[in-house]
């Protein structure tokens, strides 16, 4: 995988709450789906290090951000619905 | 504390800055970042009303809100269930969507109504509905409860079947009780009450029913099991009408007839065995009565037909033509039958002296003046009626054949008294009045059978005088049995 074609994503949450929870379900599923073998996932829970939050100016939990391919994109929410955060990172459906 | 919006960059696109409240106005966000004085801050977007939303979730009622237009906006798992659809399916349809039939408004009291709710796998499920509007923070919401009335039904039925059974066991003639798989009573009627002297409820039915081993033994099927090992057995293993006496004070003498049998679930599974105990005491005794009966019956009939054999053989011996023999025949077993008339009508307890006279003697004019009777009244036993039935018959042929009957004007005196403290009786027949006697010398059959008769048969004795004015006979018998007539010597005529 080189930096060009992967994607390299970071996603906020705050420990086990029900949509953190499910945003990383959501994501790991929608990413083997669509882009096998071309991700990295950070997953940064800003429950033990609020302060990480200051880094991508995160104000809501769950956020999903785009780090690569640039420009950077964040979508908010528990990413249940995959349409929209296809749409969101500009992955076209394989 | 407020939002921070200072750490959103100005240079980032406004749609982000939407996105975000949008995402907490939908709700797709369970927490945000404050900036706090010592920092960044998570805050928990969880309201006071989290409890109650999992208490919804959790209730046995189904629930659901209404926005003002009348579109589901919420349903719990409940619901789900109750209508087997889904949330998705179920938010954003018609309330009315939801039932066949009347749709439920919200009552002016406040209280609930019935409803038929479509269930997306079958039939109507009768719900009971109540449905509140309500205005929150400017938006009008109606909440929703539904419950299921078929649970409540199926309880009202269950109680309903339960009153049922216990109204029959109340009302059962039988002992009747019901047994749990380990043996122990869990309904018992009225009348296993009665048996066990108290609520056998609870109890082992070995306990409450103690059975008799010594008859128990007697019948196989109980016989294999030890008292623990029965009370298992009765619970799970079928039994027809097994013959037992109870070990109980006051029920020594009766007999029982143990049945058991399964009690099936409404899964056909076997929860138990409804074990019955019916008096068959009653029964016992009618059966061993009948068959006294029957051997009575065959007893006195082979008497009838010895006696029939001996008066025929011994009226053709002295008979001296066909014709003689039939009339002769013909009167005495006349008298027979008189006499078990006598006895059929008097239930074999006896009759008075008086009594037999009238009616033995009644075909040779007892009632028109002939035959005069005296004495005081005597009660003759049973055994005593044919013998001197006979006699009499005898002596009133022989008196309308050759004596005081046979002429217009001839009389016979009939009369009695007791002897020895009233155990021996004294009968005298005297003819007056008929043609002058000539005494035959040999004697008739007559005679014969008066003598044997008497002899035999009564325990007496007879003696007979033929003076010229006119027979005269007299008769001594016992009036009570002294000596069975099984042991006495040949009889002429048997009547036991």
């Known amino acids: ?94 | 504390m407020t939002l921070s919006t200072r750490t959103v960059q100005d240079e980032r696109p406004r749609n982000e800055a939407e996105e975000t409240v949008e995402a907490i106005h939908q709700g797709n966000v369970d927490a945000v970042v404050v900036q706090g004085p010592e920092g960044p801050q998570v805050i928990m977007l969880q309201g006071a009303d989290a409890p109650y939303h999992v208490l919804v979730e959790r209730m046995s009622d189904g629930a659901l809100t209404l926005d003002g237009s009348g579109s589901i906006v919420y349903v719990n798992s409940r619901l789900c269930a109750l209508t087997a659809q889904t949330t998705a399916e179920l938010v954003g349809r018609n309330f009315a969507s939801l039932f066949s039939g009347a749709v439920p408004v919200q009552s002016a009291d406040d209280s609930a109504s019935e409803a038929q709710l479509i269930r997306a796998d079958g039939g109507p499920l009768p719900v009971s509905v109540w449905m509140r509007q309500m205005t929150m923070g400017g938006v009008v919401a109606t909440l929703v409860t539904l419950t299921d009335l078929s649970i409540h039904r199926h309880a009202e039925e269950v109680a309903s079947a339960e009153r049922f059974a216990r109204s029959i066991l109340e009302q059962a003639t039988d002992a009747i009780v019901v047994l749990a798989l380990d043996g122990r009573i869990t309904h018992a009627s009225g009348v296993a009450e009665q048996l066990a002297g108290a609520s056998p409820v609870g109890q082992l039915f070995s306990d409450a029913f103690p059975l008799d081993a010594q008859s128990a033994r007697h019948q196989g099927t109980l016989a294999r099991f030890s008292r623990e090992s029965l009370d298992r057995a009765l619970a799970t293993k079928p039994f027809h009408g097994v013959e037992v006496k109870l070990r109980k004070e006051g029920l020594s003498g009766r007999s029982f007839l143990l049945s058991a049998g399964p009690l099936v679930n409404d899964a056909k599974a076997i929860v138990g065995s409804i074990v019955t105990l019916i008096d068959i005491t009653e029964r016992k005794r009618a059966e061993e009565q009948q068959t006294m009966l029957v051997a009575e019956l065959n007893h006195r009939v082979k008497n009838i037909l010895a006696i029939v054999q001996s008066v025929a053989g011994q009226t053709l011996r002295t008979s001296p033509s066909l014709p003689a023999f039939n009339k002769a025949f013909s009167g005495r077993i006349q008298a027979v039958s008189i006499a078990h008339d006598i006895l059929t009508q008097t239930r074999w307890i006896g009759i008075g002296l008086n009594e037999l006279l009238s009616t033995v003697l009644a075909p040779y004019g007892i009632g028109e003046g002939r035959l005069i009777t005296e004495g005081a009244p005597v009660l003759l036993e049973a055994r005593l009626v044919l013998p001197l039935s006979m006699v009499l018959h005898e002596l009133a042929t022989n008196a309308s054949k050759y004596g005081a009957l046979s002429a217009p004007f001839g009389k016979v005196a009939i009369s009695w008294r007791l002897r020895d403290d009233g155990r021996r009786l004294e009968l005298i027949w005297l003819e007056r009045g008929g043609p002058a006697v000539e005494h035959r010398g040999a004697r008739g059959f007559g005679t014969t059978l008066i003598d044997r008769v008497v002899r035999f048969d009564l325990d007496g004795e007879a003696s007979l005088d033929f003076p010229p004015e006119g027979l005269r006979c007299v008769l001594g018998f016992a009036l009570s049995a002294e000596t069975s007539p099984e042991e006495l010597p040949g009889s002429a005529v048997r009547t036991d």
């Open chain 1, 1 to 94: 995988m080189t930096e060009q074609d992967g994607y390299n994503l970071r996603l906020y949450v705050a420990g086990q709450t029900p949509k953190s929870v499910a945003a990383i379900a959501n994501l790991k599923k929608l990413c083997e789906t669509h882009l096998p073998g071309r991700y990295t996932i950070e997953v940064i829970d800003l429950m033990k290090d609020p302060a990480l939050a200051q880094r991508d100016q995160i104000v809501a939990i769950p956020t999903l951000i785009r780090q690569l391919p640039e420009p950077l994109k964040r979508i908010i929410g528990d990413l249940s619905n995959a349409e929209k955060v296809l749409v969101g990172l500009d992955i076209a459906p394989s």
